[in-house]
């Protein structure tokens, strides 16, 4: 059972565009939702998370959005750089700090 | 560098054996957690200790265990290996909420 859904599972946005990756949940007792970011050979690595009281949450040039409600959330990538291209991953943690992840998006930023 | 350290790297064995993986969390942090990726199955939990503790297990297969040491560092021993336990095996640490990754080891079994 997969419990977190993760779209699209590819994505080519161009230099300057926004990128948008969504992710829905069932499990209401998920209580931390961090994105990781995956490049090829490499671990991944915590990009930015946030917890179900905040609606929005920005970091530089990535923004999680949060609708606790419709059970959502995603991660928008503004100005879109060819050195984001990469894999990205979004997760929810129950309060166990065990990470459900989502099947990740391919992100391709073309010059 | 997330301060992750996992060996080794890359490790090529046969069916039917047995091999140990190695890592070392952040300096400082008492939890470890071993995941596995996948191309089918993508990243999945497989086990947490805590402080030397066994504290969660995800989908972790009987044939394989896991264990932390004083030192804090942890093994992943993964026997009677399969063709289908190839796999990126990756290590995270944390000290709170946020996990850590180390670099990975890439498991072939052939």
């Known amino acids: 059972q997969q419990q977190v859904k993760q779209s699209p599972q590819s994505l080519i946005v161009q230099k300057g565009g926004i990128s948008i990756i969504n992710c829905a949940y069932e499990?209401?007792?998920?209580?931390?939702f961090p994105w990781y970011q995956q490049f090829p050979g490499k671990g991944p690595a915590l990009l930015i998370a946030?917890?179900?009281?905040?609606s929005e949450k920005k970091e530089g040039r990535f923004t999680i959005s949060f609708n606790k409600s419709a059970k959502q959330f995603s991660l928008h990538i503004m100005d879109s750089q060819p050195g984001d291209s990469a894999t990205y991953f979004c997760a929810a943690d129950s309060g166990y700090s065990t990470l459900t992840f989502g099947k990740g998006t391919m992100l391709l930023v073309s010059p | 560098d997330s301060g992750v350290t996992q060996t080794p790297k890359h490790l090529i064995t046969a069916t039917g054996q047995r091999v140990t993986l190695r890592c070392s969390p952040r300096?400082?942090?008492?939890?470890v957690y071993w995941y596995q990726q996948s191309l089918d199955q993508g990243l999945q939990f497989l086990i947490q200790?805590?402080?030397?503790?066994?504290?969660a297990k995800g989908n972790i297969l009987e044939r394989f265990s896991a264990q932390q040491f004083p030192d804090l560092h942890s093994e992943l021993n993964l026997s009677s290996l399969e063709l289908g336990d190839s796999a990126l095996y990756f290590c995270?640490?944390?000290?709170?909420?946020?996990?850590?990754f180390g670099p990975g080891t890439r498991l072939t079994v052939l």
């Open positions: 300096s400082g942090d008492l939890s």
């Open positions: 200790y805590y402080n030397g503790e066994e504290r």
């Open positions: 499990n209401t007792a998920f209580d931390y």
């Open positions: 995270a640490s944390s000290a709170g909420k946020e996990q850590f």
């Open positions: 946030i917890r179900p009281d905040v």
